[in-house]
């Protein structure tokens, strides 16, 4: 495309993509911190004018939200696919586990944006709209591993305590990881498989045990 | 002490101790964020003049560097206590993993501090001393997960991603325990132990094996 002779700006015309604006916003909430990046320099990045911005989204709280929002659909997306399928509860586990690695190591920047910056003082009143998303994965998590119970093929151990051992291991690669390094979404699904797997299985199954009554 | 007749904020003779202005500074830090808050908000929850903290510290950033390094500084102490303890290697990860959370617990604010608002742009020239520290309480963990699988009574897995396992699990917890809540630190170590050492244990100990090439 030929640039603009009076204006090194492109115009809502010139095709940014929601996506594109996600992405670019992510990269400098995540690089520069939420509060730090301005509006501006969004428009920069992008290469179009400040003002084109507000095509496509209100304020950067809103911009914020919906980066936040995009990653906990994802999750919660694979969650219910997986929770639905016809596997045993130790499989759906096992395809969490992957499944949300491999979300946060190839959507790096939207899920340290995420987890990291949509804090309740960055999201105001937003908070909520994204956090029930969370809640509804988490929930998810938690009815995979009471299932896992129930049957026997999973230790009888708190499924809270579980669950938040679960997601503070996978949620924590977004400090970490290099996307670039030497280790792929698949070896660190794997490594985790091994330990996590090995840590909440029953040995050699048994007999139905009420899962911890203090989870009810 | 009776209030001064002339000025409602105290003087820095009135022993406002760097332990008091560390607390309310990570208490503000996180529930406003790092950004978000002032020298006159700390002063304010202080009951000083704003000019009375330049008394105590420098810069808001020399503040902030302070507590993360305070948090950071209580788990290295820990850590190399555990370390040098006449203790088996899997005695060591127990006892590391009950003082990592204890800390973290009786701490939350601080470690809030550290491990959220502590970023490389909040930091700037104060990100690499923190680090330092980081790096050697993650080094200490690794060597502790090492000697266990070269003594074959901890599984041989991938040991830098079973120490980012452990930092995730236990580090998570400032994102979701709730001080006054219903588990209290000793229940969730308990938990986290039954968890984790069972995912890394070796069954029934066995001859040393050289741990994974890659982790070198």
Known sequence: MEPHLFSPARNPSDNVTKRELYRVAARLFKEKGYRATSMQDIANALGIQ??????????????????????????VAEGERIAAA???????????????????????????????????????????????????YEALLRAILREGMEKGVLRRLDEKLVGFAFLGMVNWTIRWVDPAGEKSPEEIAAAWEDLFLHGVRAEGGGAAVPPNARNG
């Open 86 to 136: 016809p596997l045993p509860p130790e499989e759906k586990l096992r395809e969490l586990l992957r499944s949300h690695v491999r979300l946060i190591c190839s959507n790096l920047d939207l899920f340290t944006v995420s987890l990291r910056e949509f804090t309740p003082v960055n999201a105001g009143d937003h908070w909520r709209e994204v956090v029930a998303l969370r809640d509804r």
């Open 50 to 75: 400040k003002a084109s911005i507000y095509y496509y989204i209100r304020t950067k709280q809103d911009l914020l939200t919906a980066i936040a929002r995009a990653a906990m659909e994802m999750l």
